[in-house]
């Protein structure tokens, strides 16, 4: 999957058309985070293979699938941003976690390789705040001594549209520093202080690789797919750990998604030796009584194949599957709570 791929997804959607032979099959609308894009389509080619239903998934931020979904302009919406309960409440909906994977800072320094660089939460806070300017900043090198930093101006690659990979980052920055929290605090959208904006995961790392000495933040998958200069971070432990499955998934241990109403969960800054610092759920929104309920059911079917054959596809891109726990009380909630016209559970 190429950069000019991630581009063009993000100007528009991936439909997957059934064939004639199953021209009867319910077609799936959707909208939202960028973040898990790469897998959605993943699955969404292999579920219309198996079974000829499409799904036609638009990836325009978390921001843009929630208005979608309130709105009842598409059968799903996806978020980075859980909602919280009252919220859910109020627009009839249901939200869960579909996914769990990692946001990592990327950058573009020619000669340094990915994971050569170190950064922490305070360093990229400073960064982001426009108060470390150059790559060759006495407090960047304190923690890569042996790592050749240039003197290169620092280019702030940030969200232009409303994002749950940005809530998760900003959450991220406002639990290591105070400064963060106090000037900028934690949001889908923020006013930033420094920087150049982007659409979407794929904008922000388009950006990133074609501008010299930028720093972004993206999911891991788009960083690793395109062979992004990534850096190691140092996490609440003070242990400097790697953007890996093993790391997102020591993070993601730490939830009880049992006890989390509405399935409200961040899991930024989680303790643990081995935890990814920056690491999130992507949570999927479906209205209780949807207007159709036949694309409802649909929707429903398709998360429940990916949940029982995506999570293959989902590790080969570094994302994490959900516990077979968790799905359980996943599937137990769509029963209970989305229903027809007629009353009866869509699940």
């Given at each position: 999957?190429?950069l000019?791929?991630?581009?063009?997804?993000?100007?528009?959607?991936?439909?997957?058309?059934?064939?004639?032979?199953?021209?009867?099959?319910?077609?799936?609308?959707?909208?939202?985070?960028?973040?898990?894009?790469?897998?959605?389509?993943?699955?969404?080619?292999a579920?219309?293979?198996?079974?000829?239903?499409s799904?036609?998934?638009?990836?325009?931020?978390?921001?843009?699938?929630?208005?979608?979904?309130?709105?009842?302009?598409?059968?799903?919406?996806?978020s980075?941003?859980?909602?919280?309960?009252?919220?859910?409440?109020?627009?009839?909906?249901?939200?869960?976690?579909q996914?769990?994977?990692?946001?990592?800072?990327?950058v573009?320094?020619?000669?340094?390789?990915?994971?050569?660089?170190?950064?922490?939460?305070?360093?990229?806070a400073?960064?982001?705040?426009?108060?470390?300017?150059s790559w060759?900043?006495?407090?960047?090198?304190?923690?890569?001594?042996?790592?050749?930093?240039?003197?290169?101006?620092?280019?702030?690659?940030?969200r232009?549209?409303?994002?749950?990979?940005t809530?998760?980052?900003?959450?991220?920055?406002?639990?290591?520093?105070?400064?963060w929290?106090?000037?900028?605090?934690?949001?889908?959208?923020?006013?930033?202080?420094?920087?150049?904006?982007?659409?979407g995961?794929?904008?922000?790392a388009?950006?990133v690789?074609?501008?010299?000495?930028?720093?972004?933040?993206?999911?891991?998958?788009y960083?690793?797919?395109?062979?992004?200069?990534?850096?190691?971070?140092a996490?609440?432990?003070?242990?400097?750990?790697?953007?890996?499955?093993?790391?997102?998934?020591?993070?993601?241990?730490?939830?009880?998604w049992?006890?989390?109403?509405?399935?409200?969960?961040?899991?930024?800054?989680?303790?643990?030796?081995?935890?990814?610092?920056?690491?999130?759920?992507?949570?999927?929104?479906?209205?209780?009584?949807?207007?159709?309920?036949?694309?409802?059911?649909?929707?429903?079917?398709?998360?429940?194949?990916?949940?029982?054959?995506?999570g293959?596809?989902?590790?080969?891109?570094?994302?994490?599957?959900?516990?077979?726990?968790?799905?359980?009380?996943?599937?137990?909630?769509?029963?209970?709570?989305?229903?027809?016209?007629?009353?009866?559970?869509?699940?």
């Amino acid at each position: 999957m190429t950069l000019q791929f991630l581009k063009r997804a993000a100007l528009g959607a991936f439909a997957l058309v059934a064939t004639a032979g199953v021209a009867l099959a319910v077609d799936i609308s959707g909208a939202g985070a960028t973040f898990p894009y790469p897998i959605y389509a993943k699955w969404a080619e292999a579920y219309k293979a198996a079974t000829g239903a499409s799904l036609n998934y638009q990836s325009i931020g978390s921001g843009g699938g929630i208005k979608q979904i309130k709105a009842r302009t598409v059968t799903f919406g996806a978020s980075d941003q859980p909602l919280k309960p009252e919220e859910l409440q109020a627009a009839g909906l249901i939200q869960w976690p579909q996914i769990i994977g990692g946001i990592v800072p990327v950058v573009n320094l020619e000669g340094i390789a990915p994971g050569a660089l170190t950064l922490n939460g305070e360093l990229i806070a400073k960064i982001f705040l426009g108060e470390i300017t150059s790559w060759d900043d006495a407090a960047i090198k304190k923690l890569n001594p042996k790592v050749k930093l240039p003197q290169l101006p620092i280019v702030v690659a940030h969200r232009s549209d409303g994002s749950g990979t940005t809530f998760n980052f900003t959450n991220y920055l406002s639990k290591v520093s105070p400064a963060w929290k106090e000037k900028v605090g934690e949001s889908s959208a923020v006013e930033w202080p420094v920087g150049v904006g982007a659409k979407g995961n794929e904008g922000v790392a388009n950006t990133v690789a074609n501008t010299k000495g930028a720093i972004g933040y993206v999911e891991y998958a788009y960083a690793k797919q395109n062979k992004m200069t990534f850096a190691k971070m140092a996490n609440k432990d003070g242990k400097i750990v790697a953007p890996t499955s093993e790391a997102f998934q020591a993070a993601a241990s730490n939830a009880d998604w049992a006890k989390a109403p509405g399935f409200y969960e961040i899991l930024t800054n989680e303790a643990g030796a081995k935890s990814w610092p920056i690491t999130a759920a992507s949570f999927i929104l479906l209205p209780k009584q949807p207007q159709d309920s036949a694309a409802t059911a649909e929707a429903l079917k398709f998360f429940a194949w990916a949940f029982a054959n995506g999570g293959k596809a989902a590790e080969e891109l570094d994302y994490i599957p959900l516990p077979a726990n968790v799905v359980t009380l996943i599937k137990k909630t769509w029963a209970s709570e989305v229903k027809g016209a007629d009353g009866k559970a869509l699940y």
